[in-house]
Structure formats: structure tokens, C-alpha cells
């Protein structure tokens, strides 16, 4: 049986999911945003905006009064054709403006975008709230331990190949039922490592050829049987840009419309780089509901 949250709500004829976050269960049947701050300096969109503690301040202060609920922080980049970086490295990139975050928004819940465990354990240890790790565990085999010690939740994206090799001809028989078996296979795994709050993400543009993301979408429901929130990252993706023929600058209003079916499909979480127009596709949603 996996480990996730599951709860049902009959009033509402909805299923409502929580995850445990330091002793505070927080209700996932009304979407969340998270917020994302790149530290990093080759983000594909706002790559070197927020690569410093005043400017990471700034934008993370902006994000939560926008109403974001989680705040993912990243050190490293993950775009196509990226390269993996050290843990040290990472952990000299994250750590200064990680600490600075916490101390100064004590109560907000900050997710940590890595895929390395050290720094994952570095930054839970600091504070940090949960992990978002985009190989699903795949790389740091440590990684599933390392979460399961600090009891924290984990955020399990699928990703075909690594992020250097990633968009070099992606292929798939079934691509729903392809991501879906993977997806089953490590949520065990981390299950059984100890891991008993787990988040789903079937990787938007990790892997994935334009098409490949739209059938996605298209059948993003049928993750709903893994039983666990459900996380989607498109915020100004390619896979928007590409067919508006447009660029990320361009991208919001593609980004809120795939909001909307997002979360139409069953998505709990939406990561975003455009905070308050993916809290009013929540709020529009909700009042629909």
C-alpha cells in the first residue's frame, strides 16, 4: 500500500489529500502554488534575477504575499542540455541564502529543489521543509534514506534520461502508462525506505517531446490512482511557447490556460513562476467546484 495521505470527503464528492509537514497536516483538497526561486544563474527563464540574498528576499516576500504556499528553492539548474553540479557545490550556492529564507520567513514552508541527498540532508536539517527531487531518486541512490530520517515530504518527479541527455530523441510506447508504471515502481521504493508523505510529478518537458506533454495532459487523471497530491510544473514551458510560437517571455497566458486543465485533471499543486495569476486560476477553480 503506498504511503500517501488519502481522505475522503463526501459532502464534497471530492478526494481530499494531506501531506504531514513538521506535525502539521495541510489539506491538499484545495490546490496550492508553489513559488519558484532560482539561485542559480542559468535558469531557463529567470535565470540570475534572484542569485543573491537581497534578491532572493525580495522575490520570495513578493511570492508569498501573491499567496504562494510553498516556496521550491533551487541551486542548481535543470534545464535541457544542463550539467549535474557537486553536492559541495550546491551546497555553497544554497545554503547562505537557505538560512537567510528561513530566519527571515520563520513560518513559511520552503521546498528544496535538488537532486543530490547531502544537500538535501543539509537543508531539511537547517529548516527546510520538504524535497523536490526531479530524478525521483534515481540518481542519489541515498536520496530515499536521507528524506525518510528527517521524516519530511517528497516531491517524486519522472524523468526520462538525465538533464544533459534528456531531450535527445524521448521516446515512449504509452506515454501515460509508461510514466505511470515508473511512478508506481519508486513510490514503493521510497515507501518502503521510510518516506510516508509523497508528491507525484510526471515531469513536464523532462524527457518529453511537445506531444508527449500535451498526451500527458490530456491523461494526467490517470496518475490519480497512485493515490498521491499531484504536483505539475509548466509554468511557461516550452511545450507553450514552441506551439504559440512565442518564447518563456511570452508564455503566462499559455501557462494559466494549462493551469486551468491541470488542475480540471486532478493537480494539487501547481509550480509556477507567475504566483498570483496561478492563485486566481486556483480561486476561479475552486468557485467553479
Same mark, same amino acid.
Given at each position: 500500500?503506498?504511503?500517501?495521505?488519502?481522505k475522503?470527503?463526501?459532502k464534497?464528492?471530492?478526494?481530499?489529500?494531506?501531506?504531514?509537514i513538521?506535525?502539521?497536516?495541510? $489539506?491538499? *483538497?484545495?490546490?496550492?502554488?508553489?513559488?519558484?526561486?532560482?539561485?542559480?544563474?542559468?535558469?531557463?527563464?529567470? *535565470? @540570475?534575477?534572484?542569485?543573491?540574498?537581497?534578491?532572493?528576499?525580495?522575490?520570495?516576500?513578493?511570492?508569498?504575499?501573491?499567496?504562494?504556499?510553498?516556496?521550491?528553492?533551487?541551486?542548481?539548474?535543470?534545464?535541457? @542540455?544542463?550539467?549535474?553540479?557537486?553536492?559541495?557545490?550546491?551546497?555553497?550556492?544554497?545554503?547562505?541564502?537557505?538560512?537567510?529564507?528561513?530566519?527571515?520567513?520563520?513560518?513559511?514552508?520552503?521546498s528544496? $529543489?535538488?537532486?543530490?541527498?547531502?544537500?538535501? @540532508?543539509?537543508?531539511?536539517?537547517?529548516?527546510?521543509?520538504?524535497?523536490?527531487?526531479?530524478?525521483?531518486?534515481?540518481?542519489?541512490?541515498?536520496?530515499?534514506?536521507?528524506?525518510?530520517?528527517?521524516?519530511?515530504?517528497?516531491?517524486?518527479?519522472?524523468?526520462?534520461?538525465?538533464?544533459?541527455?534528456?531531450?535527445?530523441k524521448?521516446?515512449y510506447?504509452?506515454?501515460?502508462?509508461?510514466?505511470?508504471?515508473?511512478?508506481?515502481?519508486?513510490?514503493?521504493?521510497?515507501?518502503?525506505? *521510510?518516506?510516508? $508523505?509523497?508528491?507525484?510529478?510526471?515531469?513536464? *518537458?523532462?524527457?518529453?517531446?511537445?506531444?508527449?506533454?500535451?498526451?500527458?495532459?490530456?491523461?494526467?487523471?490517470?496518475?490519480?490512482?497512485? #493515490?498521491?497530491?499531484?504536483?505539475?510544473?509548466?509554468? #511557461?514551458?516550452?511545450?507553450?511557447?514552441?506551439?504559440? $510560437?512565442?518564447?518563456?517571455?511570452?508564455?503566462?497566458?499559455?501557462?494559466?490556460?494549462?493551469?486551468?486543465?491541470?488542475?480540471?485533471? @486532478?493537480?494539487?499543486?501547481? #509550480?509556477?513562476?507567475?504566483?498570483?495569476?496561478?492563485?486566481?486560476?486556483?480561486?476561479?477553480f475552486?468557485?467553479?467546484?
Amino acid at each position: 500500500m503506498l504511503n500517501c495521505h488519502l481522505k475522503k470527503v463526501i459532502k464534497k464528492k471530492t478526494t481530499a489529500l494531506t501531506i504531514n509537514i513538521k506535525g502539521e497536516l495541510v $489539506d491538499l *483538497g484545495t490546490p496550492r502554488v508553489m513559488g519558484i526561486l532560482n539561485l542559480t544563474e542559468d535558469s531557463f527563464f529567470d *535565470g @540570475g534575477k534572484y542569485n543573491n540574498i537581497d534578491l532572493a528576499l525580495k522575490q520570495t516576500e513578493k511570492m508569498l504575499n501573491a499567496g504562494a504556499f510553498f516556496i521550491d528553492v533551487g541551486a542548481a539548474s535543470s534545464k535541457p @542540455g544542463s550539467k549535474q553540479i557537486s553536492a559541495k557545490e550546491e551546497i555553497k550556492k544554497l545554503l547562505p541564502s537557505l538560512n537567510k529564507l528561513i530566519k527571515t520567513f520563520p513560518d513559511t514552508h520552503f521546498s528544496i $529543489d535538488t537532486y543530490n541527498s547531502e544537500v538535501a @540532508g543539509e537543508s531539511l536539517a537547517a529548516g527546510a521543509s520538504m524535497i523536490n527531487d526531479i530524478s525521483g531518486g534515481e540518481i542519489d541512490s541515498e536520496m530515499f534514506k536521507t528524506v525518510a530520517r528527517f521524516q519530511a515530504p517528497y516531491v517524486m518527479m519522472h524523468m526520462q534520461g538525465t538533464p544533459d541527455k534528456m531531450q535527445q530523441k524521448p521516446h515512449y510506447t504509452h506515454i501515460i502508462k509508461e510514466i505511470k508504471s515508473k511512478l508506481i515502481e519508486r513510490v514503493q521504493l521510497a515507501s518502503e525506505a *521510510g518516506i510516508k $508523505d509523497i508528491i507525484i510529478d510526471p515531469g513536464f *518537458g523532462f524527457g518529453k517531446t511537445v506531444a508527449h506533454n500535451f498526451q500527458l495532459l490530456k491523461e494526467l487523471n490517470v496518475l490519480i490512482d497512485l #493515490r498521491c497530491p499531484l504536483l505539475i510544473g509548466v509554468s #511557461r514551458k516550452s511545450m507553450i511557447y514552441k506551439t504559440l $510560437d512565442g518564447s518563456a517571455e511570452t508564455a503566462l497566458n499559455g501557462t494559466t490556460a494549462l493551469h486551468a486543465w491541470g488542475l480540471e485533471r @486532478g493537480a494539487s499543486i501547481l #509550480r509556477v513562476h507567475d504566483v498570483q495569476e496561478a492563485k486566481e486560476c486556483i480561486d476561479l477553480f475552486s468557485a467553479l467546484q
